[in-house]
């Protein structure tokens, strides 16, 4: 345990000082927030768009921020597991006119994590 | 149509619980992950007494239930009244539109046309097939000797392609001719046609079986049948 910052107390007890460590955490989770703040903006102008985009990459950039498998979005978006395989490897996408549904179902589940990093 | 869940509860019946012909609510509905071993139950019971329908093991049906391809009827109470799913060859060079199954008690109804139609419509519009670089062939399977769904493929705007045999050792159980295969045809669906004809079933969809009988479809919130008719148009 030798990279665990400790100081000696006044007492001259051991007291493990993490203060460090849990300013790095909310500075993760700051950035975190931000990103996922960033990412709502990104679904809501797509939702709101009819402008051709990288679906693909959306998809991926949700999956990722959100931590969900290609499971865990099947399901929140009502599709097969193996449909969300071929949107983020670029073979197929849904229809530009069911678009919309899709980034907003994604901007409600990055507004639940962001909530959760904000509480 | 219900953009919820409250109607997908975990409840588990007895698979052979017995439906009534009476106007039941019918929900259609992805099988979801707690409604795979109940699903393939009735799958396996359904596909018993008939020879001329291809039962999938347990480890094949929930492999393809788990990965959210197949679609059910079922009543408020989780009876299963029918199954089908959608599925995509592993080389991504057909879509097969498959596994149609009805309970003789739930027939006439027209639960086989939406079991038919739905899979194929929701493959359409979430994954815009005629845009990949190589579109898919869409195909359905029957198998000779299974009757019941012909009619339904046919309504849907599948048409004839080919005979297939299939030696009769790949498919045990089932009901296999002189030369020892299993014979069948194959389907695929009539391009851009088929598509038009999907639209206007998508648009006429009244919440109602042919009985009467009150149907849900469970979509993603913000999609409608509606919705999904001008996407199918736009791809014609």
């Known amino acids: 345990m030798t990279n665990i910052p400790n100081r000696i107390s006044a007492e001259s007890q051991v007291v493990l000082d993490f203060s460090d460590f849990l300013e790095l955490v909310k500075n993760v989770r700051a950035q975190m927030a931000q990103a996922i703040g960033e990412l709502v903006s990104m679904l809501e102008a797509a939702a709101a768009s009819d402008a051709d985009l990288d679906f693909a990459g959306l998809v991926r950039a949700s999956q990722q921020l959100l931590e969900l498998d290609d499971a865990d979005l099947a399901r929140i978006l009502n599709v097969s597991r193996p449909t969300v395989g071929r949107w983020t490897r670029g073979v197929s996408s849904p229809h530009p006119l069911a678009r919309k549904a899709i980034f907003d179902a994604l901007a409600r589940s990055a507004r639940g994590k962001l909530k959760l990093l904000r509480d | ?236």
């Not at chain 2, 879509?95 to 027209?110: D, N």
Request: hydrophobic share 45%.
């Open chain 2, 1 to 236: 149509m219900i953009p919820g869940e409250s109607w997908v509860t975990s409840a588990v019946r007895p698979i052979g619980a017995t439906v009534g012909t009476a106007a039941l609510p019918v929900n259609f509905c992805i099988v979801n992950s707690d409604q795979v071993g109940h699903a393939h139950t009735w799958h396996t019971d359904f596909a018993a007494a008939n020879d001329a329908i291809y039962p999938r093991t347990q480890e094949a049906f929930s492999a393809l239930a788990l990965d959210r391809n197949v679609w059910c009827a079922v009543t408020d109470e989780e009876v299963v009244l029918g199954l089908s799913y959608a599925c995509v060859s592993d080389d991504e060079s057909e879509v097969e539109i498959g596994g149609l199954m009805v309970s003789p008690e739930a027939r006439g109804k027209g639960i086989g046309d939406v079991l038919m139609r739905l899979p194929l419509c929701h493959f359409l519009v979430n994954e815009n097939p005629l845009a990949w670089r190589r579109p898919p062939r869409i195909v359905a399977h029957v198998l000779k000797g299974n009757d019941a769904p012909r009619r339904i493929i046919a309504r849907t705007g599948f048409a004839h392609a080919k005979a297939v045999r299939i030696p009769g050792a790949a498919l045990p159980g089932l009901r296999t001719e002189p030369d020892g295969h299993v014979h069948g045809d194959e389907f695929h669906l009539r391009i851009p046609q088929a598509l038009e004809e999907q639209a206007v079933w998508l648009d006429g969809w009244n919440d109602t079986l042919l009985d009467g009988s009150a149907a849900r479809i469970r979509l993603l919130e913000g999609h409608t049948l509606p919705g999904w008719a001008a996407a199918i148009r736009a791809m014609a």
